[in-house]
């Protein structure tokens, strides 16, 4: 085995080991809470929401390639390079998205009480159903390039310019222009996202400074917010962070393959875009766990009763 191949096998080994138990332990930890309360509040459905497109990113794209890298199995044809591809594209852009609503609606819940925006979270949390179901259908409808381009081996080597290696499949699109239409709409649904919970973030930080300086010196909270929503804003900005270190160097190498030429001619950079916004989906659960008292909480429950038993 090349030594070219056998580093990327042990990448993505690496995120599937992390990146899939993390998620999967965050999804059995909201089933538990859901089993056992019968309901989950808005901001718990929106990380159970994200946990699962997060283990479809790592599952799908990392979990196969390992499996080519080290050559355990052949399934890149062109119809599972079609499949794998466009799963991997809508569930990564979810996952940007989420981040998103997550860190808007504990901006929401954070807010001063009687402001615009904490009744706001009432529309929010009670449409939420729908705010996740327009997520899927446009995020499925922005990949849907990847099915009409994607195929399983090189096709004319007069395309190369027009197309992106991504080791075990290749994107050819039919023009230039093409090529940069579709580069430039996958920007863009990343950077709007990343502005918004950027900007979240920033208000979210900026209630948590305010009411500190309003509890300064007192023994109280004065009706302010309490420990479990400081948590729970910290853990949210902590996920931005990670997200926009991560995506923005995605994103970084992403503009740089749509401005050089010949692409086709080496994967590495592709390998490195995957990576890194993989490595997202692969550690924010570990974030989740740390932070969130009801999913730590299930889990050593779990845990416990396994031992017992």
Not at 209 to 214: A, D, E
């Amino acid at each position: 085995m090349p030594s070219e191949e056998f580093v990327r096998g042990m990448l993505y080994m690496s995120l599937t080991i992390v990146g899939v138990p993390g998620n999967t332990a965050v999804i059995l930890a909201f089933l538990l809470l859901l089993y056992h309360e019968n309901r989950l509040l808005p901001a718990d459905a929106i990380v159970l929401h994200l946990a699962c497109v997060n283990l479809l990113v790592v599952g799908v794209r990392c979990l196969l390639e390992t499996l080519a890298s080290f050559r355990l199995a052949s399934i890149f044809g062109d119809l599972s390079c079609k499949a794998v591809i466009f799963v991997y594209r809508t569930s990564r852009s979810l996952s940007i998205w989420l981040t998103f609503v997550l860190s808007a609606y504990q901006c929401l819940s954070i807010a001063p009480p009687g402001s615009r925006l904490a009744s706001f979270r009432v529309i929010v949390a009670n449409y939420l159903g729908f705010v996740f179901l327009f997520l899927w259908i446009i995020n499925t409808c922005l990949s849907s390039a990847a099915v009409l381009f994607s195929f399983g081996t090189q096709k004319n080597s007069s395309l190369i310019n027009h197309g992106i290696n991504v080791q075990f499949c290749y994107v050819h699109f039919p023009s230039k222009l093409s090529k940069q239409a579709n580069g430039a709409a996958q920007v863009g649904r990343d950077v709007v996202p990343m502005t918004f919970m950027t900007l979240a973030s920033l208000m979210i930080l900026f209630f948590l400074y305010k009411h500190s300086q309003q509890v300064k010196g007192l023994r109280s909270g004065g009706g302010g917010f309490g420990g479990s929503e400081r948590r729970a804003a910290k853990a949210v900005v902590a996920l931005v962070t990670l997200y926009v270190v991560l995506y923005g160097v995605d994103n970084g190498l992403w503009v740089y393959t749509l401005t050089v030429r010949k692409t086709m001619t080496s994967s590495l950079i592709s390998d490195l875009r995957i990576f890194f916004s993989s490595l997202y989906a692969a550690l924010s659960p570990y974030v989740i766990i740390a932070s969130n008292r009801k999913v730590n909480g299930r889990l050593r429950c779990a845990a416990q009763e396994k031992t017992v038993k």
